[in-house]
């Protein structure tokens, strides 16, 4: 099969899946088992594909090492292109997705249209992740906030879609500055910019501060450096959905994405000036993250302030100003994703069977041996032991800091150990012995589905560390 067509495949297929998902009719026992097969089955067929990239691709490509144009309309073109990087980000983010559609299979209320909005979310994702010119870039990243806003709405409770608004709101202007970039950049009538060569463009001063400015706040509002942490935080502290909170989680990392590919190596001298400023901000909001995470808080809290400190590390290393280090990135962030989601996906399963019981989180592991073994084997290769590429890549990120900067690199040590510290009190709070007794009701452990493909998940992060590339030579998936 064409390249070119896998390529696209990739982009449409959850698209396409998502209709299947939402024409499905409910079992007789009215659940939505025809929808999460349906969403399982485009997933899988995704990732598959997706593995089958990895086989054409060497290990030190060029961004159009796959690259496919298609031209919709007389005056609109768009371009794709693919590397090691745009691979990693993609199958990272299908495999976080799937991790969420099995942690909402145990739930009561029908999810047909929430798997439909996230088929929907993940393709407009594969879209961003693959587009190659700024205006392709911008569509795709324009789209995936009307599901993602959906997708909120479906699960907030009544009295908190005001809140929903308010992300939708602060998103959409980032997309808007995005797009006055994008309209100074073709105002030039140059046809097919491509990302990589935005930085080469000769602008004046006054649409260097437009573009790079507009590039700049519309990624930055993306990921949570304070003061546009709070919209995001206040939408997660109150979601219930484990998909809902994965997709969320997803999009800070599109924000760095979107810096990896469009900024340049030397900052641009018009912003330069407020780099110390915008770097003490990602260090004072990763304290105040690693910190919050020792309040009496719940479970999602603890894992949201986790995620946070792993987006502004991943953020203060997109600015080094390092050629080398994005390949490190794109590795670390494919195992955070894993990690993350399958935290996320296994916390939902914990609080569902203790609402159903009316009984207290504390000790429910102990009698979830599946789910316990899952949570502990997640929370070493979190707490950055020596079970992943995770651990390596993080290592070499960490070290970059230090050479550019010694407070900073302890400052952001600092708040990886706190993570990694308050991950294990809240393992222990869920595997408590002592709290046994309490629990007289039946728990219902992780089914077996959900257990085998965290396992798999588990086996990747943990081959990753011998090769962090071993999927890159499979031959004819």
Known sequence: MSVNLLLLFVIFLPFLGSFFVLLSKDGADQTFQNAFEASIFTVLVNILITLSLFSFMPLTPALDEIRYSIRFLPFMKFSFGADMLTLLFTLGCQMAVLAGILGIKGEKQNQRHVLFYTLLYLSFLNGYFFALDIMSFFIFFMLQLFPLYMLIGKCLPENKHMVSVRLFVHYFFGAMLLLAGCVFILSLKQDDILLFNIDKMHLSYRKSIMVWGGIFFALILRVPVWPFHHTLSSVCAVLKNPLVFIALLIMPLTGIYGFMRCW???????????????????????????????????????????????????????????????????????????????????????????????????????????????????????????????????????????????????????????????????????????????????????????????MIFMAVLFLSLVNPLWFAVLKGI
């Open 264 to 454: 340049p190596l030397n900052i641009p001298f018009e912003i330069s000036v407020l780099s110390p400023v915008f770097q003490a901000l990602c260090v004072v909001t990763m304290l105040f993250a690693a910190f919050g995470e020792y309040a009496n808080l719940g479970g999602g809290h603890k894992l949201l302030n986790y995620v946070f400190i792993y987006d502004l590390l991943y953020l203060l290393a997109v600015f080094l100003p390092i050629d080398t280090i994005g390949e490190n990135i794109a590795y670390s962030v494919f195992s955070f994703l894993l990690i993350s989601a399958c935290l996320v996906a296994i916390e939902g399963c914990v609080l569902r069977q203790s609402a159903a019981a009316n009984i207290s989180v504390r000790g429910v592991l102990c009698k979830m041996p599946r789910a316990a073994l899952c949570y502990a084997l997640f929370v070493l290769a979190a707490a950055e032991l020596p079970v992943s590429a995770f651990f390596g890549n993080n290592f070499v990120i960490v070290s970059k800091i230090f050479n550019y900067h010694l407070y900073m690199g302890i400052a952001v040590v600092l708040c990886m150990t706190l993570g990694s510290v308050s991950l294990f009190r809240r393992m222990y709070v869920l595997k408590d012995e002592s709290s046994i007794y309490q629990i007289k009701e039946q728990i219902e452990d992780l089914d077996m589905m959900s257990f085998m493909v965290m």
